[in-house]
């Protein structure tokens, strides 16, 4: 009787430890990824995204890290697709980014990268 309870606190355990990370978020954060990054992705995988507001006017500073590496994908200035102003920081929550040059935001909104223009 011992060996099953043992048997499910442990079950129990594993599910509420799967539970708390996102869906498909690695384990471990890779070095070389800063603390401040926020992990965003789905069950293929995902990307470590950090933004602040730029040097520039309008314009956030971001970048994006692999979720396994750690390596830093892209680096530069964003804004808002189509509006052409930085996103505020309630509008920075990360959904996942193509490193391509577009980061997508909750809501559908996506910072597009300044220095490198996304092909459409």
């Not at 520039?56 to 189509?82: A, F, H, M, S």
Request: net charge neutral.
């Amino acid at each position: 009787m011992r060996c099953v309870w043992h048997c499910l606190i442990i079950i129990f355990g594993t599910i509420v430890l799967a539970c708390c990370r996102p869906a498909g978020s690695p384990s471990k954060r890779p070095a070389g990824v800063p603390n401040w990054a926020t992990w965003a992705g789905g069950q293929d995988g995902g990307a470590y995204i950090a933004c602040e507001a730029g040097p520039k006017p309008n314009v956030d500073r971001c970048g994006v890290w692999t979720d396994y590496t750690g390596r830093l994908v892209e680096q530069g200035d964003y804004q808002l697709l189509g509006e052409g102003r930085a996103a505020t920081k309630s509008e920075l929550v990360f959904e996942g980014a193509d490193f391509g040059g577009w980061i997508f935001l909750k809501g559908g909104r996506v910072l597009d990268s300044t220095d490198h223009r996304h092909p459409r």
